[in-house]
């Protein structure tokens, strides 16, 4: 899909397509010019076309990373807003790979990509993590390897008569049926959380695979092979993304030391609907 931006004389002439992958974390895009109408000619313009792409490349990216959810409250542009990211932080964290011609010379094209995880790695700014208590009453439960949320279905919306699809976000936070805050950014090891995020989001398939662990092998390597699985049961947030969980499931992590470190080493994945997991844009 492409759209035309305005920003300079040559912005009819520029395109731009991309797709915000939570899967992979990444969002990718392909930047066009169509140097026949921009009225550049090669081979002495491509240089000119070249840097032109450069120059554009703030003003085409910033629309599309500013809607990225932050939290259930906070959108990329909100924080910027606010003074909490810059955005020349998020112009560090566009990769790009050399721009090159169309095969009939009409046009220039590069790819850019900027992963997620690296975006919101600035702002996880605690050095250490908060202390994740037990219940005063454990439960007699088994340790897991990890956590897998199933919340791929529409859901009841937590202090409200509607239901929706519980949405991708950089810091999502898991709450428990009394609204106890089980999980949330200042409570994962902040080295792992600045590396790997805080949760891995998945679809269904994922974890019904027909091999021995019925689960993708990526996956295994995050919550291994005895994950526990729980089905979320409502969404919460001003934007629904973050799952509410039962309170006797959320005893069966909170009630043994390993399966507190879970939370702590972001051992987590969420199973979202798959119409959730990518979006093109615009």
Same mark, same amino acid.
């Given at each position: 899909?492409?759209?035309?931006? &305005? #920003?300079?004389?040559?912005?009819?002439?520029?395109?731009?397509?991309? /797709?915000?992958?939570?899967?992979?974390?990444? #969002?990718?895009?392909?930047?066009?010019?169509?140097?026949?109408?921009?009225?550049?000619?090669? %081979?002495?313009?491509?240089?000119?076309?070249?840097?032109?792409?450069?120059?554009?490349?703030?003003?085409?990216?910033?629309?599309? /990373?500013?809607?990225?959810?932050?939290?259930? &409250?906070?959108?990329?542009?909100?924080?910027?807003?606010?003074?909490?990211?810059?955005?020349?932080?998020?112009?560090?964290?566009?990769?790009?790979?050399?721009?090159?011609?169309?095969?009939?010379?009409? &046009?220039?094209?590069?790819?850019?990509?900027?992963?997620?995880?690296?975006?919101?790695?600035?702002?996880?700014?605690?050095?250490?993590?908060?202390?994740?208590?037990?219940? !005063?009453?454990? @439960?007699?439960?088994? *340790?897991?390897?990890?956590? +897998?949320?199933?919340?791929?279905?529409?859901?009841?919306?937590?202090?409200?008569?509607?239901?929706?699809?519980?949405?991708?976000?950089?810091?999502?936070? /898991?709450?428990?049926?009394?609204?106890?805050? =089980?999980?949330?950014?200042?409570?994962? *090891? %902040?080295?792992?959380?600045?590396?790997?995020?805080?949760?891995?989001? /998945?679809?269904?398939?994922? +974890?019904?695979?027909?091999? %021995?662990? @019925?689960?993708?092998?990526?996956?295994?390597?995050?919550?291994?092979?005895?994950?526990?699985?729980?089905?979320?049961?409502?969404? #919460?947030?001003?934007?629904?993304?973050?799952?509410?969980?039962?309170?006797?499931?959320?005893?069966? =992590? !909170? &009630?043994?030391?390993?399966?507190?470190?879970?939370? !702590?080493?972001?051992?987590? @994945?969420?199973?979202? *609907?798959?119409?959730?997991?990518?979006?093109?844009? %615009?």
């Amino acid at each position: 899909m492409l759209c035309l931006l &305005s #920003f300079n004389l040559y912005a009819q002439e520029i395109n731009i397509s991309g /797709i915000l992958q939570w899967e992979r974390m990444e #969002f990718n895009a392909i930047i066009t010019l169509n140097l026949q109408k921009a009225g550049i000619k090669l %081979p002495a313009g491509r240089s000119q076309a070249e840097a032109l792409l450069e120059d554009e490349l703030p003003e085409l990216m910033r629309p599309f /990373i500013n809607e990225i959810q932050a939290d259930s &409250s906070s959108t990329i542009a909100d924080l910027i807003n606010r003074g909490e990211l810059s955005h020349t932080t998020f112009l560090e964290k566009v990769h790009s790979m050399p721009p090159a011609l169309t095969p009939d010379l009409s &046009s220039i094209f590069a790819r850019y990509s900027v992963n997620l995880i690296s975006l919101g790695a600035d702002l996880i700014r605690h050095s250490r993590p908060q202390r994740i208590s037990p219940p !005063l009453i454990p @439960a007699h439960v088994r *340790d897991y390897t990890g956590i +897998i949320i199933i919340a791929d279905e529409n859901l009841p919306v937590r202090g409200k008569s509607s239901s929706a699809f519980l949405l991708p976000c950089l810091f999502p936070k /898991i709450w428990d049926s009394e609204m106890n805050l =089980i999980f949330e950014r200042n409570m994962i *090891d %902040p080295q792992i959380g600045r590396s790997k995020g805080l949760v891995r989001y /998945i679809s269904r398939e994922s +974890i019904y695979r027909a091999v %021995p662990s @019925a689960m993708d092998e990526e996956l295994v390597k995050l919550v291994g092979d005895n994950p526990l699985r729980i089905y979320a049961r409502g969404v #919460f947030g001003a934007v629904p993304t973050d799952p509410v969980i039962d309170r006797e499931d959320a005893l069966l =992590i !909170l &009630s043994t030391e390993n399966n507190r470190r879970l939370l !702590l080493e972001g051992r987590i @994945a969420i199973v979202l *609907d798959k119409k959730e997991l990518s979006k093109t844009v %615009p």
